[in-house]
């Protein structure tokens, strides 16, 4: 895992709650979380969400689950049921991690300057 691939957005909130896991272990999830996220795509679009800057919080709880707040790029998405679900799935499946929940924001109201300088180059963007 090269540190590019965990990097962290500035705009993303990774935050935890849990006190009574080890830094070590909290770090790991967090970076293990941040990678699961870049697996998941809108099918319409060839950039992971996470660098599309659709991810807004990521919680970590005592208990080992992970609450996310994310949103969509439009409210009409046609991916709106099935994104939420694959990014559930996803974190679920990241080791150490008991159960996601996801639910989805529209405030802030999700643009184009929320995407990262990767997905830029994607989408061909500049």
Request: hydrophobic share 40%; glycine share 4%; aromatic share 4%.
């Amino acid at each position: 895992m090269t540190e590019e691939t965990v990097r962290k957005r500035d705009d993303v909130g990774i935050e935890s709650r849990a006190t009574s896991l080890p830094e070590a272990e909290l770090t790991r999830m967090t970076d293990d979380i941040v990678v699961a996220l870049k697996t998941v795509y809108d099918p319409e679009i060839p950039a992971d969400i996470y660098e599309l800057g659709l991810i807004y919080k990521v919680d970590i709880e005592d208990d080992r689950s992970v609450k996310v707040e994310m949103t969509l790029t439009t409210p009409n998405c046609p991916a709106a049921v099935e994104l939420p679900r694959m990014v559930e799935d996803a974190v679920a499946a990241v080791p150490g991690v008991s159960g996601a929940k996801v639910d989805v924001v529209w405030d802030p109201p999700w643009d184009q300057s929320r995407m990262s300088d990767e997905a830029r180059l994607v989408l061909n963007m500049w």
